[in-house]
């Protein structure tokens, strides 16, 4: 064996040594400890929004009033688009017929509370739902295909047809929050807090 | 693929040379990936077929990508047209596989890009911020066991029901996720938001208004379910785990989360998941009140006279399961059960109970005592406290199982008018 072999033999076992100190020194290194306790203020994941995105998605509505777009509709414009668009599932008029069972729920009927079926007129405590709903969800087979003015029409029109608003009202972001929903009076929170009482 | 069949069969009858199984092997290496589907079939098919008197003398089949259930074991959800039920009735713990995880949606399952999935968070806050699924999964993570139930979780009208057709829409997982808290830290929040509305991103956009502190408290914005990513049923790639809540509040296929003074009153939160209460309508029920269920002896179960193990699920959306009695005569007298430890906070807890049955009729039923002190109700009691007209949404009545003579297990339905 001449030097040099010894030295291509050598090469390896000192990287072996060599790797073996370095595990030693971590190991001594690894202390136990919560991260928890060196947790940043701000992580810096993510990234800020444009105004563009947010108004992209933002389509909620609030029964203030805020959210509600610009545009207008009315009752007989309202009447039209549901034959178009709604009353497949929901009835011709949106009342339920006996012995009919309707793929949508009934939405026009009596405004007492506590009558059958759970209706608009009976059931629905604030308008801007029924824009904020429509708008996102309906009609079910073309969700998210309605624009404003063709939702505040049928707006219109259900809130009509339940005899909330007067068939001439022209609704707008100004006046649709304002209606006031013959249900709302019904609505109470819930206030149980767990504990032994059945509520 | 005609090679393979002669191969495989030579495995299962056991004369396999050595030459065979290199042969079979190298064919398997070189299948193209469009048979794959036809091979696994076949694969099935087999097992299925070639039942052995005794399997200590054939070797079986090798190791596989995916694991597959026994073949004489077929547990499955029950769908309608808006939600599938897990059957709790083959269920032996409280971990519910992911593929009989209950479903509820409004619009169907979307289809979405992980990759381009995008949570934006506004409103009340100091910097609105957009996270992507990447984003999410690299801050600090938790893991946390919890049921979700929905809110219209009570069926009733024959005696033929399982547990799966009277309340199968609740089941249990190991979910694993950021706290949103953490979220909210990093976006920073005003300190006039009351309230946040969660957004999903399936056809029905679904909506829910969600009081802050249940934020600050146990919300989580969750990824993964029992381990691995969560299923698109459940809310792939991300979606909102508000523990003990009703289950519709858990915004899945999450998409938006907006920050605000006051609640949105979405269609999800004033004409539906919203209940008469004498002559009134009660909105914002969140929490799911106590509520247990004996699993077996169950309908379409069978019991022999002698000893029984009476056993069955039992939670609360307010807590911990404080305790669970056993009546095996009709309610005339209780016992209390044994729990599984651990009894986590917000989870379905097993409960069993031992039994020695003398052969004749008789009721068995189940109550839970939650740790605020809440006894599960009776349906008597539900619809004396809330009227004739309560409807269907957070009812927990205690369920009784008739048990006859010949051992048939019947559910005893229960009339509310």
Redesign the interface.
């Known amino acids: 064996m001449n030097r040099k072999t010894v030295y291509i033999l050598a090469f390896p076992v000192m990287l072996f040594l060599m790797s073996l100190k370095t595990a030693f020194t971590s190991m001594q290194a690894q202390s136990p400890s919560t991260d928890s306790l060196k947790r940043p203020a701000k992580f810096g994941f993510g990234r800020p929004a444009t105004a563009q995105e947010i108004a992209a998605w933002n389509i909620d509505i609030r029964p203030d009033g805020k959210g509600l777009p610009a545009g207008q509709g009315d009752v007989k414009k309202g009447k039209l688009l549901y034959a178009q668009k709604c009353a497949m599932c929901h009835g011709e008029d949106g009342t339920e017929k006996p012995g009919v069972k309707l793929p949508g729920s009934a939405l026009v009927g009596d405004t007492s509370a506590n009558s059958k079926p759970k209706t608009i007129g009976n059931y629905w405590p604030y308008a801007t739902t029924l824009f904020d709903y429509m708008r996102r969800a309906m009609p079910y087979n073309l969700p998210g295909s309605l624009s404003n003015n063709e939702v505040y029409s049928i707006t219109a029109y259900l809130l009509n047809a339940n005899k909330i608003i007067k068939a001439d009202v022209v609704l707008d972001a100004k006046n649709l929050y304002k209606v006031q929903m013959p249900a709302k009076k019904l609505f109470i929170m819930d206030d149980r807090k767990g504990g032994p009482e059945i509520k | 693929m005609k090679k393979q069949d002669k191969t495989d069969r030579k495995i299962v009858t056991g004369k396999m040379s050595r030459r065979t199984l290199l042969g079979g092997v190298i064919t398997a290496a070189v299948l193209p990936v469009q048979s794959l589907f036809a091979s696994e079939a076949k694969a099935e098919k087999q097992v299925l077929t070639d039942i052995v008197d005794d399997p200590t003398k054939i070797i079986g089949p090798g190791p596989s990508p995916l694991g597959k259930r026994s073949l004489f074991e077929q547990p499955v959800r029950k769908p309608s047209d808006i939600s599938s039920r897990t059957p709790l009735q083959d269920m032996h713990s409280t971990i519910t596989p992911a593929d009989l995880h209950f479903e509820r949606h409004?619009?169907g399952v979307p289809a979405i890009d992980p990759v381009k999935h995008e949570l934006?968070?506004?409103g009340l806050v100091d910097?609105?911020?957009?996270?992507?699924l990447a984003?999410?999964k690299?801050?600090?993570s938790i893991t946390r066991t919890c049921f979700i139930e929905c809110a219209g979780n009570f069926r009733t009208g024959k005696t033929e029901m399982t547990p799966q057709d009277i309340l199968g829409l609740t089941s249990q997982s190991e979910w694993t996720g950021v706290m949103l808290s953490t979220i909210f830290?990093?976006v920073g929040i005003s300190n006039k938001a009351k309230w946040f509305?969660a957004?999903g991103s399936d056809?029905?956009?679904?909506?829910r208004t969600i009081p802050i502190a249940k934020a600050w408290d146990d919300a989580m914005i969750v990824y993964a379910q029992n381990g691995e990513a969560m299923r698109p049923e459940q809310g792939y790639p991300m979606r909102l785990l508000l523990p003990g809540f009703e289950g519709n509040m858990n915004i899945k296929w999450l998409?938006?989360i907006?920050l605000?003074e006051?609640p949105?009153?979405?269609?999800e939160e004033?004409?539906k998941y919203?209940y008469?209460?004498k002559?009134?309508?009660?909105?914002?029920?969140?929490?799911l009140d106590a509520r247990s269920i004996i699993t077996y002896p169950a309908y379409p179960q069978k019991v022999n006279k002698g000893w029984v193990e009476i056993r069955g699920i039992a939670w609360s959306g307010?807590?911990k399961v404080e305790k669970v009695e056993v009546s095996t005569d009709a309610g005339k007298t209780w016992q209390l059960a044994n729990l599984q430890e651990p009894v986590l906070s917000k989870a379905h807890t097993y409960f069993r109970h031992l039994w020695e049955w003398d052969g004749k009729a008789t009721e068995i039923l189940s109550r839970v005592t939650?740790e605020?002190?809440?006894?599960q109700?009776t349906l008597a009691?539900?619809v004396?406290?809330?009227g004739v007209?309560l409807g269907g949404y957070h009812m927990n009545p205690i369920t009784a199982w008739q048990i006859g003579a010949d051992g048939r297990v019947l559910f005893k339905p229960e009339t509310i008018k």
């Open positions: 409004h619009a934006l968070i506004h910097q609105p911020m957009k996270f992507t984003d999410i690299r801050f600090p830290e990093e509305l957004e056809a029905a956009v679904m909506t998409r938006r907006e605000s006051e949105y009153m979405t269609r004033t004409s919203t008469p209460v002559d009134k309508i009660r909105m914002f029920s969140f929490e307010r807590g939650d605020t002190g809440y006894l109700p009691q539900l004396a406290a809330r007209n």
